[in-house]
């Protein structure tokens, strides 16, 4: 079975062929973010004018190097949403230009539900799962009771874990994105600052926003009274707090729904410190597997779409041709 997947919900272009659900046979990336750099974030005009650009280069070099062509395809698996919707609609077009020519099966794919398939290219899935999805617009845990069956057990009630990473960046004038600044700071400083950790107990919710204020005033105030606060310190103390309450509350769930996979997905999962803590967290829980896919995958990409796309079309999910970019989707309602 061989999926093509697309994917433009924010700001890569990207296209990938895989094999049987598992096996990547090509993976093409075309990220965008020196294009938005300067603007400090994403510009959604300048994603989707990117995306029209790259689209077709991307796709063409996805077929090259798994060495197929149209008529090898046994369904294009697309994002279509969450996302930008400029961007997603993009993705989806091809998509359904490339299906409409061909014949070939069409299925949509919830960018997250990407994220977390991220996860079957390098394992076998064993349910019930458990997925830490942390990414830049996006904190939540999520029970895969079967494959295809989501349900949100936990989400971020304001920032999501990426977006604080990245303001916070902003507030020490480091270049977006800038989680892998902060890391990289955090491993440099110590953890000496007093900053709140929001536990929210009793629900498996997670809220960022206050940590990030703290952050905020912390600077402010030792500016006011001349000190000198260091950057790497800062950092630390931030990365510290974020990673606490991400791998409490995942160790807490994990155990509490009896999961026999913890799977991590996101961006995010690129950090240094959060796979090291969750690696340690779960050592001596030696019946529930972490599994930390390699940073390349965890990072939008078109693989994991294809990975979910794989699973969905044996399920028999089909898209019409009247599929269309769906900013808001809803992953519990987004299978079938
Ligand atoms: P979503 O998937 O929710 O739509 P997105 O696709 O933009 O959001 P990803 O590409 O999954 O998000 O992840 C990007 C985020 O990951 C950015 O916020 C970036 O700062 C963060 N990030 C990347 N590397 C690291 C790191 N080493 N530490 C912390 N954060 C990181
Ligand atoms: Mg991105
Ligand atoms: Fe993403």
């Not at 029209?52 to 149209?70: K, P, S, W």
């Not at 029970?143 to 990473?165: C, N, Q, S, W």
């Not at 972490?290 to 990975?307: G, K, R």
Request: glycine share 10%; hydrophobic share 45%; net charge negative.
């Amino acid at each position: 079975q061989i999926i093509l997947g697309i994917e433009t919900s924010c700001d890569e272009t990207a296209a990938a062929v895989i094999k049987n659900g598992k096996e990547i046979l090509s993976n093409v990336v075309a990220s965008q973010i020196e294009s938005h750099k300067r603007f400090g974030g994403v510009v959604p005009e300048i994603a989707s004018r990117h995306h029209v650009e790259q689209m077709t280069i991307v796709l063409e070099e996805a077929l090259n190097q798994a060495g197929i062509g149209y008529s090898d395809i046994d369904a294009i698996a697309v994002t279509e949403g969450p996302g930008l919707v400029g961007a997603l609609l993009i993705g989806v077009n091809a998509a359904k230009a490339i299906a409409f020519a061909h014949n070939i099966p069409l299925v949509g794919v919830h960018h997250i539900a990407g994220h977390i398939y991220a996860n079957r290219l390098v394992t076998e899935m064993k349910f019930p799962a458990l997925s830490l999805v942390v990414s830049g617009g996006h904190t939540e845990l999520v029970l895969l009771k079967e494959h295809g069956d989501f349900t949100v057990i936990g989400e971020t009630r304001d920032d999501a874990a990426g977006e604080a990473y990245d303001k916070v960046a902003r507030t020490l004038h480091l270049p977006y994105p800038g989680g892998p600044h902060i890391d990289r700071l955090a491993h440099e400083g110590n953890p000496s600052l007093k900053l709140p950790r929001a536990w929210l107990e009793g629900s498996y919710d997670f809220s960022f926003s206050g940590l990030k204020s703290a952050v905020i005033n912390t600077l402010h105030n030792a500016e006011q009274r001349g000190e000198n606060i260091e950057p790497a310190d800062l950092a630390a103390s931030f990365q510290e707090s974020v990673i606490e309450v991400l791998v409490t509350k995942t160790l807490q769930a994990a155990q509490a729904y009896d999961v026999k996979q913890v799977l991590l997905a996101g961006g995010v999962a690129a950090n240094k410190g959060l796979r090291a803590a969750l690696t340690d967290g779960f050592e001596s829980l030696s019946d529930i597997e972490l599994v930390v896919p390699p940073l390349y995958l965890c990072t939008d990409n078109a693989a994991m779409i294809a990975a979910a796309g794989s699973v969905l079309f044996q399920k028999g999910k089909r898209s019409s041709l009247a599929l269309n970019g769906n900013p808001g989707l809803d992953i519990e309602q987004s299978m079938f």
